[in-house]
């Protein structure tokens, strides 16, 4: 099983986190995203999207960081990442899916190079578009978030797998997550796990620079 990976991709944190939880061996293969690794073309043909995680186990090539969770559940059931009840099943994917689908894409790397280089944004106004869009997911999942210990309910599943990438992504920003108790407390939680601790990426690294040549901290 190999793992097409970058250290700081919120997406394969994912996949590295369930992996970790699954206790699945795996090799990584790191591409990085700032030199344009994604785009070559021998990456292309293991995923034509140029983009990470893609998971390959013998011919199969498999990108999304949802989907590739789906398919370990199947592979490896235990411990569950996607609830069988139909109804606790369907309130974790509107979690997951609410990180994974609205908010992250909007803060991406490829997102905020935009912003900078065609659109000619300065630091302030990237950190302000990166804040509004953290501050309007996390306000619905601050709501939707159980009473339990994680965010998953009483042991980490996929939502934990997508909310502790993004808390980790908000400080990076300085998003102001004091309005977001509990959401903080159950990321901060499952963070603290050793398979957590495994997947989480080194020290943040300074990646792009506003029109005055200051770095700009962003996610990926």
């Known amino acids: 099983m190999i793992l097409h990976d970058f250290a700081f991709s919120s997406a394969s944190y994912r996949v590295r986190i369930v992996l970790n939880l699954k206790g699945v061996a795996y090799e990584t293969r ?48 235990q411990p569950r990442m996607i609830p069988t009840d139909p109804v606790l099943r369907a309130r974790a994917m509107e979690m997951a899916l609410s990180i994974a689908c609205d908010i992250h894409p909007l803060n991406n790397l490829r997102v905020l190079q935009y912003l900078e280089h065609e659109i000619g944004q300065d630091r302030a106004a990237i950190e302000d578009w990166y804040h509004h869009w953290i501050v309007q997911g996390f306000t619905a999942l601050e709501t939707l978030l159980p009473d339990t210990d994680f965010a998953g309910g009483d042991a980490p599943n996929i939502v934990d797998a ?52 200051r770095p700009v901290t962003v996610p990926v």
């Open 30 to 77: 790191s591409h990085a995203l700032r030199a344009g690794e994604q785009r070559a073309p021998s990456y292309l043909a293991v995923n034509p999207a140029g983009l990470v995680p893609a998971l390959e186990v013998g011919d199969l090539r498999l990108g999304q960081s949802l989907a590739i969770i789906e398919y370990l559940d199947a592979l490896h059931p």
């Open 162 to 213: 997508c909310l502790v990438p993004q808390v980790y992504n908000a400080r990076r920003f300085k998003v102001d997550l004091a309005p977001f108790a509990k959401l903080t407390a159950m990321a901060d939680r499952a963070a603290a796990l050793p398979a957590f601790v495994a997947a989480a990426p080194p020290a943040p690294v300074q990646a792009l620079s506003d029109q005055r040549g």
